[in-house]
């Protein structure tokens, strides 16, 4: 149990360095990924091998009366396992979706994708008004679509 939980440890203090770089490159998702894959698992292991020895412990102490000892479980102790289990499993799932979903700075930087704000950025670019149709101020449709965006809602906002 204490081994699982120290290399749990020493997995996430190399997460926790190392985990900015997936910011830039997509390529840098999936090993970490993987990583936070096996600090989940190595720290959930630990937390069941936890849970199930203090049980154990408690059953076995309280089956011998005769020796006069008194157990039960440590439910700080417990809460703090599963606590830590449960953020690194979160920690697991969010570079996976990061993986998945998640644009790169560089790639926002170089224009190859940029989410919406880039979209919307890309569309205003060279035109002076969202009615404008003078040659070379904006593709067409793009009025249409930017219209649509500054509709006013039902509160007059």
């Not at 630990?46 to 157990?71: C, D, K, N, R, Y």
């Not at 500054?150 to 509160?155: E, H």
Request: glycine share 10%; hydrophobic share 50%; charged share 15%.
């Amino acid at each position: 149990m204490f081994a699982f939980f120290l290399a749990g440890i020493i997995l996430n203090a190399i997460l926790l360095v190392s985990s900015s770089i997936v910011l830039y490159s997509r390529w840098w998702s999936l090993p970490i990924a993987i990583l936070s894959f096996l600090a989940a698992l190595v720290t959930v292991v630990a937390a069941i091998l936890g849970t199930v020895m203090a049980v154990v412990f408690q059953a076995a102490l309280g089956s011998q009366p005769e020796l006069g000892v008194e157990a039960s479980i440590g439910t700080k102790m417990l809460v703090f396992e599963w606590i830590g289990a449960g953020f690194t499993f979160v920690a697991f799932i969010i570079h996976a979706a990061l993986g998945c979903y998640c644009t790169s700075r560089r790639d926002m930087r170089t224009g190859r994708k940029g989410g919406r704000e880039a979209h919307e950025m890309a569309g205003s670019v060279g035109h002076s008004s969202v009615g404008d149709r003078t040659k070379g101020a904006s593709p067409p449709g793009s009025e249409d679509r930017q219209s649509k965006r500054r509709r006013p809602t039902m509160n007059g906002q």
